[in-house]
């Protein structure tokens, strides 16, 4: 069985808010007592490490006091507010709010040496404030989210060597070129789907988001707005794959969309033991039962 790691109380397809900051240790922060934290439990909290926030404006037991509740490793926290914003949070840097992301929790790595980068803003360019580098061969990669408007960014977290978190650019295009799924042969086999048929899957997915990201980016020029682009994304389970609609909210306006898709998977299915059914925003591939 192909098993994900418990990060932060998650599991890939969950959908949360985080908070990513350059130097979050001189933040405010309380534990689960309402106490302020020590030093062991403030090495926890390590440069650009999104955190993921529960509530972002709440209140301590004594329904006074503001802060932003968080979880870190199945423990509770607080980050103390004040009529400004984060207390201390003018010593804290960079600082990024990122709204209803969905969790992804898989592993990639690098293909060959200086093609893939970590960059601190999601750019292509070598400047202080991206802090640019590549990324050694065979670094392995946590994707935690998708930039919610540049696509093919995902926030990630380096398996290797120094703990590091940051955005790389992981278009699908190149995978196996610029990067690569270690895990992926393993992962075939305890589907039951053939490579090809998920390759198959994953083309057709991409093609649809293609389409999406320019209908989107129309409807954003012509209504001078800046509506999040839906995308399809692919996560791999236990028993077969999940396309999770991203964000959920579209899951009305692109009904119809939906059901196409779910047509020309079943077509991709067809004789492999499997189909394709949808739940609200996600479409489940399972074994017939």
Same mark, same amino acid.
């Given at each position: ?88 949070? *003018? ?37 202080? #404030? ?37 955005? #790389? ?13 270690? *895990? ?18 994953? #083309? ?48 009305? *306006?692109? #009904? ?34």
């Amino acid at each position: 069985m192909l098993m994900f790691p418990m990060l932060y109380g998650q599991s890939p397809g969950e959908i949360s808010d985080y908070l990513v900051v350059e130097h979050p240790g001189v933040l405010r922060i309380y534990n689960k007592y309402e106490q302020q934290i020590e030093e062991r439990d403030q090495r926890r909290f390590l440069p650009y490490q999104p955190l993921r926030v529960l509530e972002s404006d709440g209140f301590l037991s004594d329904n006074f006091t503001a802060c932003m509740h968080l979880e870190i490793d199945h423990q509770r926290y607080y980050l103390l507010k004040d009529e400004s914003g984060l207390i201390n949070g *003018d010593r804290a840097g960079q600082q990024e709010y990122f709204s209803e992301r969905l969790f992804i929790g898989d592993t990639v790595a690098v293909k060959v040496p200086n093609r893939l980068f970590l960059v601190k803003v999601a750019t292509f360019e070598k400047t202080p #404030a991206s802090r640019h580098y590549y990324l050694a061969e065979n670094t392995r990669l946590r994707r935690w989210f998708s930039h919610p408007k540049k696509q093919s960014f995902y926030y990630v977290e380096t398996l290797d060597g120094k703990k590091d978190y940051g955005w #790389a650019f992981l278009n699908s295009q190149r995978e196996n070129i610029s990067w690569y799924y270690p *895990d992926k042969a393993e992962t075939m086999s305890t589907t039951g789907l053939s490579p090809e048929r998920i390759d198959r899957i994953r #083309a057709n997915v991409e093609a649809v988001n293609r389409q999406l990201q320019v209908l989107f980016t129309h409807y954003n020029s012509l209504r001078g707005q800046t509506r999040e682009l839906p995308k399809w994304q692919i996560l791999e389970t236990d028993e077969g794959l999940d396309c999770v609609l991203q964000p959920a909210i579209y899951q009305t *306006d692109l #009904a119809e969309s939906s059901r196409y898709l779910v047509n020309d998977i079943e077509n991709i299915l067809l004789g492999s033991g499997y189909n394709a059914t949808q739940k609200e925003n996600v479409l489940e591939i399972r074994p017939k039962r």
